[in-house]
């Protein structure tokens, strides 16, 4: 059974930096072969994707986030990162790892204050 989980999240203020990891178990495949990425939810809104990368790392960035994060992989560690820095206070979500868009983690919150 694949799982993904999140970890690195936490409180920040504005212009600070956080890195999320996202450690997937179950199958050494998950992570090399399908399209990773970064989605977040913010309160009272719709999921949005923040980042992909492909097993070719092939990257893609929301226009709100490009030059600011920066998403990479591990193959031999199973996991896929996002490096957020220059923080901003509307980048606060709850931020969701995702393998193909089948597998998906339980979400981890990132809070930024102003």
Do not use: H
Request: glycine content about 10%; aromatic content about 8%; charged content about 20%.
């Amino acid at each position: 059974q694949v799982q993904l989980v999140e970890s690195g999240g936490g409180s920040v203020q504005a212009g600070g930096s956080l890195r999320l990891s996202c450690a997937a178990s179950g199958s050494i495949f998950v992570v090399r072969i399908n399209v990773m990425g970064w989605y977040r939810q913010a309160p009272g809104k719709e999921r949005e994707l923040v980042a992909t990368i492909t097993s070719s790392s092939s990257r893609n960035y929301a226009d709100s986030v490009k030059g600011r994060f920066t998403i990479s992989r591990d193959n031999a560690k199973n996991t896929v990162y996002l490096q957020m820095d220059s923080l901003k206070p509307e980048d606060t979500a709850v931020y969701y790892c995702t393998s193909g868009q089948r597998y998906w983690g339980k979400g981890i919150l990132v809070t930024v204050s102003p």
